[in-house]
């Protein structure tokens, strides 16, 4: 308990609610449901703390207004112009703590135009909820973003040490490296990654992403290639072969 290392509970069908506590209370990452939080919080008899939110989408925020109502001394951060619960409005360079540990904010916008990540700076390493940016083998689709945006905040947080563990708040591996074995079939760390899933798989370092994650290889000339090809035209650059990439994953 006193290692603050997240843990996930699961919500809904795929999603992840990342929360992690220390002898005096809990925090959570994107708590859409607010049942099996409060359910894991009475079993270990805590109170939650704070709530970090990553964007304002449903399975992301539908249990707040209850979780604030269980526990009215809660902190919620987040962006306020997108979500009414926020008590702590953050920005890109906001930080905030948990734990004893400071959390960095980062803007990364492209699932959607004001999407948060929080580099949380633990002894053990940096531990990055990303929520709907980076999946394992993947990424989030373009909402309310656009393509550029995404493919600047894949590059941001793909320049993270190697060591870095990244919570996305979905389980969609195993989708996701049928769709990187399709865009980069020769490459033996997808073939390997596909034997090796288990669920759960997250989180994931950022050095196993960069070998599997078909969406932090668009430099790769064999990637290029490969997407010109299944998307017959030519592309004219790494934002361009990111685009056709996250079309192609979009109907496949
Ligand atoms: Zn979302």
Redesign the pocket.
């Known amino acids: 308990m006193n290692t603050l290392k997240p843990i996930p509970i699961p919500a809904f069908a795929d999603n992840y609610i990342w929360l992690a506590a220390n002898e005096h209370g809990a925090m959570c990452v994107d708590p859409g449901d607010a049942v099996p939080v409060m359910a894991w919080l009475d079993e270990h008899r805590l109170p939650l703390q704070q709530i970090w939110l990553t964007?304002h989408?449903n399975?992301?925020i539908g249990g707040v207004a209850d979780l604030k109502a269980a526990y009215p001394e809660v902190r919620v951060y987040g962006a306020a112009n997108e979500i009414a619960e926020v008590t702590d409005p953050v920005a890109e360079g906001s930080r905030l703590a948990f734990g004893g540990h400071t959390a960095e904010v980062w803007a990364v916008p492209g699932?959607?135009a004001g999407h948060l990540a929080y580099l949380w700076h633990l002894p053990q390493g940096l531990q990055v909820f990303c929520?709907?940016t980076l999946f394992s083998a993947g990424c989030?689709r373009v909402?309310t973003g656009t393509p550029q945006q995404l493919f600047a905040s894949l590059g941001r947080l793909a320049a993270l040490p190697d060591d870095s563990l990244f919570y996305p708040a979905h389980e969609y591996t195993a989708a996701n490296l049928r769709f990187a074995a399709h865009i980069d079939p020769d490459n033996a760390d997808v073939i390997r990654a596909q034997a090796d899933t288990h669920i759960p798989t997250l989180p994931v370092s950022l050095q196993h992403e960069k070998a599997v994650n078909p969406f932090l290889r668009t430099a790769l000339p064999q990637v290029q290639a490969r997407v010109a090809e299944l998307a017959s035209g030519g592309l004219a650059g790494e934002v361009e072969v990111f685009r056709a990439m996250r079309e192609l994953k979009n109907h496949f």
């Open positions: 964007h989408h399975d992301h699932h959607t929520g709907d989030g909402f």
